[in-house]
């Protein structure tokens, strides 16, 4: 299958934990066309203290980024490449987000969130109805690798039935991030939690473990429900009809 879109990839160089050279980014978005994606997001980190990003550096460094794949002729053999963030949900980054100087997904109509690995609090509700009012569809970032939802995703589901959506770090089913996250994954896929998946990858390598994880999703629910969380999950997303 193909026509996949990936709202989490960190291929942006030498801005984060993901690839550091314009040559690992052009490797890196080769090995997810080869797994059948079309087009991927870049979604780098922004948090305050660690990456210190904000929406005009990563701006400039996806301008160049894409000056470097015009120059490079790489474009034929790469997927459709956008820009958003990973925003890391502390009072900085959130206050950048109601401000509208958060990088939300193309369109407008969507942001990617990661959250603390604690409990989520009862003030993240209220905060996340606060993006819904601004017409932001609030996606909430491989909740599987949530220390507070390995026992029971609950709260998650809450989350989701205001309007929130999950995204699957699709990596996660096959071990990636150890026994607990793969677990949660799993229960959470059976229970219908996800809205969409994604890769997550930060290299090129890690797109065999989330080609295993596509096989896995394939083999236990068939086609159909490997294009909902690549492909319509993500769409979705990007139109800001999540729970419409």
């Known amino acids: 299958m193909s026509g996949f879109v990936d709202l989490h990839c960190h291929f942006l160089p030498a801005v984060d934990d993901g690839v550091r050279t314009d040559a690992e980014a052009v490797e890196l978005l080769q090995a997810l066309s080869a797994a059948g994606f079309a087009r991927v997001m870049a979604t780098p980190h922004m948090r305050p203290g ?10 400039r460094a996806f301008s160049r980024f894409e000056d470097v794949l015009r120059q490079s002729g790489a474009g034929s053999a790469i997927p459709t490449v956008a820009l958003a963030s990973e925003h890391y949900f502390d009072e900085l980054v959130f206050r950048r987000l109601l401000a509208g100087e958060g ?21 993240i509700a209220q905060r996340l109805f606060d993006l819904r009012r601004r017409r932001l569809v609030p996606v909430i970032a491989h909740p599987e690798r949530y220390r507070c939802f390995w026992k029971s995703h609950a709260r998650l589901t809450e989350l989701v039935s205001a309007g929130a959506a ?41 797109v065999e473990e989330v080609r295993e994880g596509m096989r896995y999703i394939e083999k236990r629910f068939g086609d159909e429900e490997l294009h909902r969380l690549l492909r319509l999950g993500p769409l979705e997303i990007l139109e800001g009809t999540v729970g419409a």
């Not at 210190?52 to 550096?57: A, Q």
């Open 50 to 59: 660690m990456f210190d990003n904000d929406r005009e550096l990563l701006t």
């Open 103 to 123: 990088l939300p997904y193309p369109g407008g109509r969507a942001v990617l969130l990661e959250f603390y690995d604690m409990d989520f609090l009862p003030a």
């Open 166 to 206: 999950a995204l699957l770090d699709t990596a996660a089913l096959v071990g990636k991030y150890g026994k607990e996250p793969q677990k949660a994954a799993r229960r959470m896929l059976d229970e219908g939690v996800y809205t969409a998946a994604c890769s997550d990858a930060h290299r090129a390598s890690d």
